[in-house]
């Protein structure tokens, strides 16, 4: 089933050099456009540029912002962790007939973009449902965009998404603590 989505995909591929270039920005570039637009959103939300204090505005939202952004970075380190016990093969390497769109090193399972940015929407649904959608529909295409570029099994974004998930409630609770 894993390989059927995966080449279901994957077949987008190699189709038009305007698909593939949309589908690497998507897939590389993108991201740090994401964590850029989150972190104006948080700002912004709290109407931090159009406050007389700014500092104080800061601290009275930093554990909102911390907690967005120390979901996101503890999801990915946790990934990167578990790919050392996984060691499961990216798909241009597992599959002869697979060609990656860009070159990936390391593991695949699970996917560290997947794990940041589902934490990354996941944790901004707690501060802001509405937005969390949008951020939400930002790591689907993230990953959508690594399947099609050769680089993730779907398994691999999936397994992302749910250490994402798992992360995220981890954090809620250790912040709600604090």
Request: charged residues 10%; aromatic residues 20%; proline residues 2%.
């Given at each position: 089933?894993?390989?059927i989505i995966f080449f279901f995909?994957?077949?987008?591929?190699?189709?038009?050099?305007?698909?593939?270039?949309?589908?690497?920005?998507?897939?590389?570039?993108?991201?740090?456009?994401?964590?850029?637009?989150?972190?104006?959103?948080?700002?912004?939300?709290?109407?931090?540029?159009?406050?007389?204090?700014?500092?104080?505005?800061?601290?009275?939202?930093?554990?909102?912002?911390?907690?967005?952004?120390?979901?996101?970075?503890?999801?990915?380190?946790?990934?990167?962790?578990?790919?050392?016990?996984?060691?499961?093969?990216?798909?241009?390497?597992?599959?002869?007939?697979?060609?990656?769109?860009?070159?990936?090193?390391?593991?695949a399972f699970p996917s560290g973009?997947?794990?940041?940015?589902?934490?990354?929407?996941?944790?901004?649904?707690?501060?802001?449902?509405?937005?969390?959608?949008?951020?939400?529909?930002?790591?689907?295409?993230?990953?959508?965009?690594?399947?099609?570029?050769?680089?993730?099994?779907?398994?691999?974004?999936?397994?992302?998404?749910?250490?994402?998930?798992?992360?995220?409630?981890?954090?809620?609770?250790?912040?709600?603590?604090?």
């Open positions: 089933m894993n390989d995909f994957y077949n987008l591929a190699h189709q038009s050099v305007f698909f593939d270039k949309l589908i690497v920005f998507t897939a590389v570039y993108f991201p740090f456009v994401v964590v850029f637009l989150a972190g104006v959103f948080l700002l912004m939300h709290h109407e931090i540029f159009k406050a007389d204090n700014v500092l104080q505005i800061l601290l009275q939202k930093k554990k909102e912002i911390l907690f967005v952004f120390i979901s996101g970075f503890l999801a990915y380190f946790t990934a990167v962790i578990l790919k050392l016990l996984f060691h499961t093969l990216r798909p241009f390497l597992a599959l002869p007939n697979v060609s990656a769109l860009f070159n990936e090193n390391g593991f973009h997947a794990a940041f940015f589902g934490a990354l929407g996941l944790a901004l649904f707690f501060t802001n449902k509405k937005a969390s959608y949008v951020f939400m529909f930002f790591a689907l295409l993230i990953g959508l965009a690594r399947i099609i570029a050769g680089v993730h099994f779907p398994i691999d974004i999936l397994g992302g998404f749910m250490l994402g998930a798992l992360v995220v409630l981890f954090t809620r609770k250790i912040f709600s603590k604090v």
